[in-house]
Every structure is written in structure tokens, then in C-alpha cells.
């Protein structure tokens, strides 16, 4: 027994469920009583002596010290208890780094003290990992759990059943996003909507490696902070179905949503100018420097502007409290929720000139494939003709590009230039022999060109198995007589297949196989991958970053600016791209009519979505495709 009556913890304990709190002593016995009766329900799946709980009180509190002492429902269950009276308060993140670094479970689960388990809970997160480590998933995973809310009374204003209504949506949307669905692209929002904390597990080893949550958060993102770290890192979040709490939420949505706004711009301050990250989750700190040119506009108002822009927030939300229209509604969202956030950017110490020099020069990358006459439509999409390859030289050369060394890359704290760009080849053709090495120091190009390496000095094998034409690929003395004269070459795996199709050992030998074979011919490191046909997930991209690449490419264009290292973009020049698009494809990345969509596309996403159906359907219907199915 310790001290407080509680039997020892034992060897062999597979979870530690660690519960920090701040005096919500009412709410925490809530939390209490229902994990108890989780694993008493589970007793016989899980073996006695095998769960423990911590509960971390940030800061004295005498209500929370009694209810320490006459707690024991979750002793009768067989289940170490460990309070841990933190001497004053931290902060979340202190709270439940203190009560890992106390746990001596394979697995650490964090649970907030107004959260209810649903029977099922605990046992489900374990054997979700048990699981996945059966089927040879790897060491570098998270389990999400799902978290519902608890009924409550409606929200007293028409403001704020609105916002609940959106709350429950982003609820749902961050469920599927957690689903781990094995499609055949990086979800382009994978690393902003990457978030771990409550009702989340890992192992405890793994969260010892990344550092545990960050001590500066204590107010807020601390969860969407570690996610986004964890993300980075390569590990993949798996949604478990099976694992279900209930919060209690009893907020005012209205208050509640304009404190998290403001602090959303202290925190997004705090991790880009003090711990110095660049992630899509800070970028949103750059919107009135880059992005579509609109929403620049406007939030640069916003921040000069900021008591007018109040007001007329103010004048929406009346409008919404007295009809409940959707538009107002969401206009005022916008309007005050932008505000909000400048103003707490503001308070963290961030001025206009700061927020300039962080909204750096994009990196520009471009792709290509083989410089050749195409002879059919499909080929078209690929190559480009000599022709137009020496006139793209052409424009970039009097526009003042410049091609930069690959290796720069490699360095975070690169600047990079307005003109500057990385040039790429996939796959090696040996016409790139022929028709890039020739004309390299003319133009100062020092390109980077992926190879398959089992095919080197063979056929285009998978290009012929779609029904394209036979190609010869570099032999390896071409490679080599490059490499000497400033050539650098990344990784296209062994035999070019499709990724995402491929069972775990095979995909590991593409990956990580080719890696170390291109080494081993080079005889340097190869930091950077390309995947093949652009086709990748999740699941991809851990093996990826497993392999110890710094980099991967995508096939997804436009421009890199605070992007995901391992989905980065590239912007493609082919027979299809017309001549006079060339400067307009090198200063945005895509085509002029993508360039309008992302213009309009802040726009559009400010209506409600009540307003954007019926001009969807209208649209479609103008242009020949019938009406869209209900959403």
C-alpha cells in the first residue's frame, strides 16, 4: 500500500491514463466514477493490474486534495491511483508532461477532467495498438478516439446555437480526417488538421522521443502543437471507433469562440516567432502578405482597422440575434473572428514589420520529365519538346530566374530569392543526356533527377505497361559523368509502382531498398524522394520519412511556402502548357485558371452553405452536368 491506502503498482502495466486538473474537483469525480466503471466492465479483458491512472492537479487545491483522499471507486477495480499535486499552476501541457514522466505504462492515454468514458474506452486504445503491432504497422502510430458531446442545454442566443452547430461539424470533420482512409493523395490539410491530446494514446516511449506536449502552450494548441510535431515526424493517427468519451461542455459558445480566436493568434505568434515553426497551422499568420490577393486586402483592414471592423461586427451579429440569417451570421464569424486573432498576435508582440519578414519568398520548384518530340496525346502530358524547352530557358533567363543547388534545400534556414527555383526530372530519360546536360552551364542549371533504380541503364517499363511507347533510361556511366559535373539524383524507388497498393514489406523495400542501393552507387547520400505517378497517403509517407529521406515530392502544383517537407509542391511544364503561360506558371506555380479559383475560392468559402448549394446546382446545370447530389 502507498500512503494513501492504494495498492502498489506493479510490473507489466500496459496503460497509464493520465487526467489532468484544475480546480473542477465537481467535474473531475464525474470523470472518475466513469473510468472506474469502464474498467471494471472491461475486468475481464483486461487483466487486473495492468491499467493505471494519474491525475495531475495543476496548482493547490483543497477540494480536489479531499477528494483524493475519499476516492475509491477506481481502487475497488483494481486500479493504481497516483495523484500528483503540482505546486502552482503550469499549464495543460506541464500538467500532463508531469504525468507522463510519472507513468509506467507501455502506453500513455490523456483524458481532460470533463470528459466521461464511455464502457469500452480503455480497452479498446489498447487493443488498438496491440493490433496494429501484429500486423507489422510499425512503431510511429497515435489512436485517436472519438469524442461526442454530452446533451446539454441549448444555447440561450441564436449566435450560439449557430456556433455549436458548426462546432459539431468540425467535430465530425476532424473524425474523418483521423479515419486513416488509405486513398491515393496526402489530404492537402493533413498537417493543419493533425492535433493530439485528449482521448488520444501513444506509446510512452514515442512520446518521450518527441519531447511531450510544449510547456510555452498553456492556454491553448498545445494539442494542435504536438500533432502537428508528431505529424511531421511521420507518425500516423488512427482513428478507433471503439473508443468514446462524452465532454461536458457547458460554455457560452459566443464567449467561448471570441477567447479562443484571440488566443489562436497569441499561440500562432508564440510558436512562429519564439520556437520558430513553419507549418501550415502558423501559416495563418502570413494571410495578409501572401495567398489570394483578396483576402490579403481584407485582412490587412482588419488589422489596421480594427475598432471599425468591430463594429461592423457587432452590427452582423444583431442582425443574426434578430433574424438568424446564415449570411450575417457568417460574415460576422469572419469579420470578428480575423480580427480577434490579429489583436491576439498583437498582444503576443508581433508588429506589421515582423509579420513581413516571416512571410518569406515561396520555394519554387519545377518538374519535368523528358525532353522529347511527344507522339500522341498522352504523351503530351509528360514531355516537352526540345523546342519549347530551350524557349522556357529562354523566358527564365531574360525574367531573371535563377536555378538554385538542391542542396539548399536541405537547409532550413535557407532564403530564398524571388526568382529562384529548384529544377526536377523524373524518372531519368537519356534524354536528358542529350538534351539538359549540354546546356547546363549556359543556362546554370544544377538539377535533381529521380531514379528507379532497378531500371537504370534499361526501359521505361511502367510507362510501357500504360501503353506508352518504349523509352531508354540513363545507364549508370551517364549517371555517374553527371554527378561529377554538379548533377544531383534522389530516389524513385526501385521499380516505379504505385505505392499506396503495396503490402508493408514491399512498400519498406521501395522505399528504403532504393535509398541505400542509389547510396551505394553514388556514393553520397540521396535526402531527397519522389513518389511515383504523384500517387501517396499517410501510410506512404511514414514509410517515407521511416527510410530517413529529409524530402518528397509530390506532383501537386503550385508553390511551397511553411510546407510539409514531405509533401512538397512542383510545378510541371509540358507540351500542354502554352508557351505564353510560361512567366504566369513561374511567378504562381499553376495555371491561369487555377490562379482564379484559389483567388475566389476565400470568397466563396465565406458563404453559408445554405447560399452555396443553390448557386452550385445553377452553375452546374448551366454547363451541361445536371444538378449534384444532395450533401
Known amino acids: 500500500m502507498n500512503g494513501s491506502g492504494e495498492p502498489e503498482r506493479g510490473n507489466g502495466i500496459a496503460i497509464s491514463v493520465v487526467i489532468p486538473t484544475c480546480r473542477?474537483?465537481?467535474?473531475?469525480?464525474?470523470?472518475?466514477?466513469?473510468?472506474?466503471?469502464?474498467?471494471?466492465t472491461d475486468a475481464g479483458s483486461l487483466e487486473r493490474g495492468t491499467a493505471e491512472v494519474?491525475?495531475?492537479?495543476?496548482?493547490?487545491?483543497?477540494?480536489?486534495?479531499?477528494?483524493?483522499?475519499?476516492?475509491?471507486?477506481?481502487?475497488?477495480?483494481?486500479v493504481p491511483v497516483e495523484w500528483i499535486f503540482l505546486d502552482q499552476n503550469q499549464g495543460l501541457s506541464a500538467a500532463r508532461n508531469a504525468g507522463a514522466a510519472r507513468a509506467q505504462g507501455e502506453l500513455l492515454l490523456f483524458l481532460d477532467d470533463d470528459m466521461e468514458a464511455v464502457p469500452g474506452l480503455v480497452r479498446s486504445h489498447v487493443e488498438a495498438h496491440a493490433h496494429l503491432r501484429e500486423a507489422g504497422e510499425g512503431f510511429h502510430f497515435a489512436v485517436c478516439g472519438r469524442i461526442r458531446e454530452a446533451a446539454r442545454a441549448p444555447q440561450a442566443t441564436r449566435t450560439g446555437r449557430l456556433l455549436e452547430e458548426g462546432w459539431k461539424r468540425t467535430l465530425e470533420y476532424a473524425e474523418a480526417a483521423r479515419s486513416e482512409q488509405e486513398i491515393v493523395s496526402i489530404p492537402l490539410d493533413a498537417v493543419e488538421t493533425s492535433c493530439f491530446g485528449a482521448n488520444c494514446s501513444i506509446r510512452r516511449e514515442l512520446f518521450a522521443e518527441v519531447g511531450g506536449f510544449q510547456p510555452a502552450l498553456r492556454e491553448m494548441d498545445e494539442e494542435m502543437e504536438l500533432g502537428c510535431r508528431l505529424y511531421l515526424r511521420g507518425v500516423r493517427f488512427r482513428l478507433e471507433p471503439g473508443a468514446e468519451v462524452l465532454h461536458r461542455n457547458d460554455k457560452e459558445m459566443v464567449a467561448y469562440f471570441r477567447r479562443c480566436w484571440r488566443l489562436g493568434g497569441r499561440c500562432d505568434a508564440l510558436r512562429a516567432t519564439e520556437l520558430g515553426e513553419r507549418s501550415a497551422?502558423?501559416?495563418?499568420?502570413?494571410?495578409?502578405?501572401?495567398?489570394?490577393?483578396?483576402?490579403?486586402?481584407?485582412?490587412?483592414?482588419l488589422w489596421e482597422f480594427p475598432e471599425a471592423a468591430h463594429r461592423t461586427a457587432q452590427l452582423l451579429h444583431s442582425w443574426t440575434e434578430r433574424t438568424g440569417w446564415r449570411l450575417s451570421f457568417r460574415l460576422w464569424h469572419d469579420i470578428e473572428r480575423q480580427t480577434l486573432y490579429w489583436e491576439g498576435a498583437r498582444e503576443a508582440g508581433c508588429d506589421r514589420q515582423e509579420l513581413r519578414e516571416l512571410a518569406t519568398n515561396p520555394v519554387r520548384v519545377l518538374?519535368?520529365?523528358?525532353?522529347?518530340t511527344p507522339t500522341d496525346e498522352r504523351e503530351e502530358s509528360y514531355y516537352l519538346s526540345p523546342g519549347r524547352w530551350r524557349a522556357l530557358l529562354d523566358s527564365m533567363k531574360c525574367e531573371g530566374y535563377s536555378c538554385a543547388d538542391p542542396c539548399k534545400l536541405e537547409d532550413i534556414a535557407a532564403v530564398w530569392g524571388t526568382r529562384e527555383f529548384?529544377?526536377?526530372?523524373?524518372?531519368?530519360?537519356?534524354?536528358?543526356?542529350?538534351?539538359?546536360?549540354?546546356?547546363?552551364?549556359?543556362?546554370g542549371l544544377r538539377p535533381l533527377v529521380f531514379l528507379p533504380v532497378?531500371?537504370?541503364?534499361?526501359?521505361?517499363?511502367?510507362?510501357?505497361?500504360?501503353?506508352?511507347?518504349?523509352?531508354?533510361?540513363?545507364?549508370?556511366?551517364q549517371i555517374r559523368e553527371l554527378q561529377r559535373h554538379g548533377v544531383r539524383f534522389g530516389s524513385h524507388t526501385l521499380s516505379h509502382p504505385s505505392l499506396p497498393g503495396l503490402a508493408a514489406d514491399a512498400l519498406r523495400r521501395e522505399v528504403g531498398d532504393s535509398k541505400q542501393r542509389l547510396e551505394d552507387l553514388l556514393g553520397e547520400a540521396v535526402p531527397f524522394f519522389a513518389y511515383p505517378f504523384g500517387e501517396c497517403n499517410r501510410r506512404v509517407r511514414a514509410a517515407v520519412i521511416e527510410a530517413g529521406y529529409k524530402m518528397a515530392f509530390t506532383t501537386v502544383e503550385g508553390l511551397n511556402l511553411w510546407q510539409d517537407p514531405f509533401a512538397m509542391r512542383r510545378t510541371e511544364f509540358n507540351d500542354r502548357v502554352f508557351m505564353w503561360?510560361?512567366?504566369?506558371?513561374?511567378?504562381?506555380?499553376?495555371?491561369?485558371?487555377?490562379?482564379?479559383?484559389?483567388?475566389?475560392?476565400?470568397?466563396?468559402?465565406?458563404?453559408?452553405?445554405?447560399?452555396?448549394?443553390?448557386?452550385?446546382?445553377?452553375w452546374r446545370r448551366w454547363r451541361?452536368?445536371?444538378?449534384?447530389?444532395?450533401?
Not at 24 to 36: E, I
Not at 422 to 443: N, R, S
Open 454 to 477: 532497378e531500371w537504370i541503364g534499361k526501359e521505361n517499363c511502367w510507362d510501357q505497361a500504360n501503353g506508352l511507347r518504349p523509352r531508354r533510361l540513363l545507364t549508370l556511366d
Open 54 to 78: 494519474l491525475v495531475v492537479c495543476d496548482g493547490e487545491d483543497a477540494a480536489t486534495r479531499e477528494l483524493s483522499q475519499d476516492h475509491r471507486k477506481l481502487v475497488a477495480a483494481g
Open 281 to 301: 497551422q502558423t501559416r495563418r499568420l502570413l494571410r495578409m502578405d501572401s495567398g489570394a490577393a483578396l483576402a490579403q486586402m481584407v485582412n490587412r483592414m
Open 581 to 618: 503561360n510560361y512567366n504566369w506558371k513561374l511567378r504562381s506555380g499553376v495555371e491561369p485558371r487555377q490562379q482564379v479559383k484559389a483567388e475566389l475560392a476565400p470568397l466563396w468559402s465565406s458563404l453559408p452553405r445554405e447560399l452555396r448549394r443553390p448557386i452550385s446546382s445553377a
Open 624 to 631: 451541361g452536368h445536371g444538378a449534384p447530389p444532395e450533401s
Open 367 to 372: 518538374m519535368l520529365h523528358s525532353i522529347a
Open 422 to 443: 529548384i529544377l526536377t526530372f523524373d524518372d531519368g530519360y537519356d534524354d536528358f543526356y542529350t538534351q539538359v546536360f549540354p546546356l547546363m552551364e549556359a543556362y
Open 24 to 40: 473542477r474537483a465537481a467535474s473531475l469525480r464525474g470523470t472518475l466514477n466513469s473510468l472506474a466503471a469502464d474498467l471494471e
